[in-house]
């Protein structure tokens, strides 16, 4: 078939004029030869077999995997173009507040080598790698990423051959067999602190396979790690961790605000994976606050700890909260190592924590939820403490836009909205809303 794109999806794809079929890898006005359309959960997709007319805004893709591996959708987009359709497609959300403050987007300064994280997988067919945008849940042998550093890459090729070399079985969830399920490598860009770690089935590996896995770790100079995710039926996942070599966490450093922080981080825990770009998040969540020095500040969704250390030495106190158990011990760990007195952290559900618990009015509030937003009790209770700034940050600004709404309608106004690039070559973009209290 023949089909010209009219616009773009909210994820990047290209949308056809007439009846809609979803088209990646292409751009609005390109002219595709595509082939007969199939349905993928529900949406009628096309696969691009020919670009007939391109657009002038098309440019090279730097990755070979590009047009079959299902992240970096936008590598062949002009970046200056990407950036204008990430800025505008906030904007639409956020058209029902026409008296806010919109700032233009903040560029990423790295298009590839920017990610402190991966994550691979293992087919039961024996493919390691990525996950294709076509297919279900198909896994392609990846030999050739440009996110993280490149030892990324060459540890994937490692375990891979190590896996053939050894006899160590894929995890089959079908059969209840095997042994590897993924692969994550992690990285300090400023510490060069490197983590390597398979999560398993708890199928035992032998003394052989064993050995020849540590000597990889020893390799890479990595702290070495097994996750066993254990699944019963009826019952939560359960992941057990396993310290093989090395250190037990990672390190990385951040500044903003002139102060550098050196944050501790686990195997499993959470941490911003653009780093260079969190530090313009967090400078400019903090210029919007504008604290001033004897602010009660609380931090929800804390992680581990990041924002709420940040801000500790510019106000009077600092409450964070967090529901994973080991981002909680890795903000402790920061807050010792950091010398921060004045960073009261609590672990648990925001919403229910906050029902439940007793905390004091706060001047100000910092909140970076997942990316389905706020709870109904964490608003709940976000409009019964009643902070006078609430500054919100978040990597989906279409459930932003929701909650912020729903803030709108509990007393809020909507000051000033900036929208930053954290994920370049993907259609990902984070955003900041500062909302003020209303005063009658």
Known sequence: MQVKIKKFTKDGLGLTEGKAILVPYTLEGEEVEITPPFKKK?????????ILQPSKERITPFCPHFGVCGGCLTQHWDYKHELAWKETFVKELFKDFPHAKFLPILGAEKME??????????????????????????????????LGPSWFQEALDAIRDWKDKYGVKPYDPIKNRGSLRHLTVRHGYRTDDRMLFLTVSDEPWTEEQLAAYKKIGEGFNAALFTIIQKVAPGQPTRYIEQHILGPKYLREKLTVSGKELTFHISPRAFFQPNPLQA???????FDLLELQGDELLLDLFAGTGTLGLFAAPFVKKVISIELSVDACQDARVNRKNNGIENLEILQGDVGKLLK??????????????????????????????QPEKVCYISCNPETQSHDAAALSAGGYTLETIIPIDQFPRSPHVENIALFKKKHL
């Open 42 to 50: 529900g949406m009628r997709f096309g696969e691009a077999l020919q």
């Open 113 to 146: 080598r920017w990610r402190n994280k991966m994550e691979f997988s293992f087919a039961p067919s024996g493919e390691v790698g990525l996950y294709r945008f076509f297919g279900k849940r198909d896994i392609f042998d990846t030999y050739h990423c440009s």
């Open 356 to 385: 439940k618990r007793a905390i004091p009015q706060p001047d100000a509030l910092l909140v970076d939820p997942p990316r389905a937003g706020l709870t109904p009790d964490a608003i709940e209770a976000i409009l019964h403490l």
């Open 279 to 285: 530090e313009k998040v967090y400078q400019q969540a």
